[in-house]
């Protein structure tokens, strides 16, 4: 509850929230019973869904369970190549009959991250920032190897790029924009 009842807040906000695999439908019944999906259809929040997709088909099928919550939202299919799969992109009926589900959606692709970069950044236990700027946890110096951190470079403008293909930060938006979207003497 402490996660909505802070939409009011005077102060524009971003709240992001994980839902693990499988809860999509669930969470997004439990957002329309409280009518948080009422109030973006309306205009007085934003909302946006950044869908996770792995390639299988049972990933693929909860696009349709999710469907008829996403009026208002901005839905973003993400492709998330975390191996060499290519979500059916071989079978264009397959593909279609999945990604052209949802009228107003967009497809984000996060590429591939190198296997042992990924595995680096694990062990080194810091976020992918910290690793290329060559910073231990607390912010020290670290050893990390210049071929890997520049793989976990070259993925991150990837990814950045992506961000600024979907126009990530308008969709965050400024506070002029959340104070013009709020009613007459709200703040």
Known sequence: MKIFDTLSAVAPSVTVIDVRAGLM?????????????DAARSGQITFAVFHILGSSIASLDEIAETASYMVGAKYFLVKNFINNTSFF???????????NRIKDATE??????????????????VPFLKFVANKGPHDEAAN???????????????????????????????SKQVAAARPAGEK
């Open 25 to 37: 439908s669930p969470t997004l019944a439990a957002l329309r019973d409280i009518g948080f999906l």
């Open 144 to 174: 990390y190897s210049f071929v890997l951190r520049g793989y976990v470079r070259h993925w991150l403008a990837n990814v950045w790029s992506e961000y600024d293909r979907i126009k990530l930060t308008d969709i965050v938006g400024s």
């Open 108 to 125: 984000l692709t996060i590429p591939k991250l190198n296997e042992m970069a990924y595995e680096q950044v694990e062990v080194a236990s």
């Open 89 to 99: 992109e071989w079978d264009q009926s397959t593909y279609a009959s999945y990604f």
